[in-house]
């Protein structure tokens, strides 16, 4: 099986090393597949290629978060590279550092630098004006590449997050919008396990001007499937959950479960809506009318949360510059 059919049309999870245990359950899925997260990536993915699990599975060092965060001009680690392929990855991912606003500095240093291997992915942590006003030279930057890359979009400095799926590019540490990718022509997306993996948070965040403030990083979040958003627990509807981890009962139940229920609630909806989305005849389509479909429910519950990638009311948990 060549690269493209082992990363074509996969929705991978994406994990903190200390989810290893936990990797095979969440990865599990038909379609689905493994993205570890840190310093030691590519020892879990010997750990889990040593446990005998196939799917993909690729590491992302995320240099480009948090606090110390290294900037992209830093250059990349062919040792990085080589420890990813003596672990048995799908394919390498560069240990890229930050894109800010403006810095084409950064963008060029990583695209110039990866082009020296034949098969890796250039990761690309963008500031969020990349996907916005300075689209259209990011855009060229990479048509001008040539190769793969991968995309890490930064939340706005207002917690609103850059629509990065419509390009249809491969993205690391997205929310649900990773199955917007998925319609709009991606190979591969990966959303994560906790909030803090389903973002990149601007390095000083502003709190964000509404109430709820900040919800640290432990805050458990489940995917509601009628509002492709994930809310923490404690604001869960009642409404019933078909997935194969809930059987019918209600959402709200899950504020009683644990970490890895909550998670494998969340990565079966979402393999059970990329199954949906995979036998729609137009896949942006059905994402773009799902996305703007009235929330029925949402309105019935009283609890109205925005869509994928924009944050309401501290609802969907912005949880800090924290990193696993
Ligand atoms: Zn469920």
């Known amino acids: 099986m060549d690269l493209h059919d082992r990363l074509h049309d996969r929705l991978l999870v994406q994990l903190s090393t200390r989810d290893v245990y936990d990797a095979r359950v969440l990865g599990g899925q038909p379609q689905s597949g493994l993205v570890f997260t840190g310093q030691a990536a590519h020892d879990a993915v010997r750990m889990v290629r040593r446990q005998g699990y196939a799917g993909p599975v690729l590491a992302d060092r995320r240099r480009y978060a948090g606090s110390g965060r290294v900037s992209g001009t830093a250059g990349l680690s062919a040792h990085w590279i080589a420890d990813q392929v003596e672990a048995r990855v799908t394919i390498p991912l560069t240990d890229s550092g930050y894109i800010g606003r403006n810095d084409t500095r950064a963008l060029r240093t990583i695209l110039d630098q990866a082009s020296r291997w034949d098969e890796v992915v250039a990761v690309l942590p963008l500031h969020a004006d990349w996907l916005g006003p300075d689209l259209p030279a990011l855009t060229a930057a990479i048509a001008g590449y040539g190769g793969p890359v991968a995309l890490v979009a930064e939340d706005a400095a207002a917690g609103a997050r850059p629509e990065a799926f419509r390009l249809g590019l491969p993205l690391l540490s997205?929310?649900?919008?990773?199955?917007?990718?998925?319609?709009?022509?991606?190979p591969w997306a990966a959303v994560g396990v906790r909030e803090v993996l389903r973002h990149l948070y601007p390095e000083h965040p502003e709190p964000p001007p509404?109430?709820?403030g900040w919800r640290r990083g432990g805050a458990r979040n489940a995917l509601v499937p009628e509002r492709l958003a994930f809310v923490p627990v404690e604001r869960l509807p009642e409404d019933p959950c078909p997935c194969a981890t809930c059987h019918g009962r209600p959402l709200r139940r899950l504020a009683g479960a644990g970490e890895l229920e909550v998670n494998t609630h969340n990565v079966t909806v979402?393999?059970?809506?990329?199954a949906r989305m995979s036998r729609a005849q137009h896949r942006a389509r059905w994402w773009e009318e799902r996305l703007h479909a009235p929330p029925h429910h949402v309105e019935a519950a009283g609890d109205r949360v925005a869509r994928p990638g924009v944050q309401a009311g501290g609802g969907a948990g912005l949880a800090g510059p924290e990193e696993p």
């Open 174 to 186: 997205a929310g649900a919008e990773a199955l917007g990718a998925l319609a709009h022509g991606a």
């Open 210 to 212: 509404v109430r709820g």
């Open 270 to 274: 979402l393999h059970r809506l990329h």
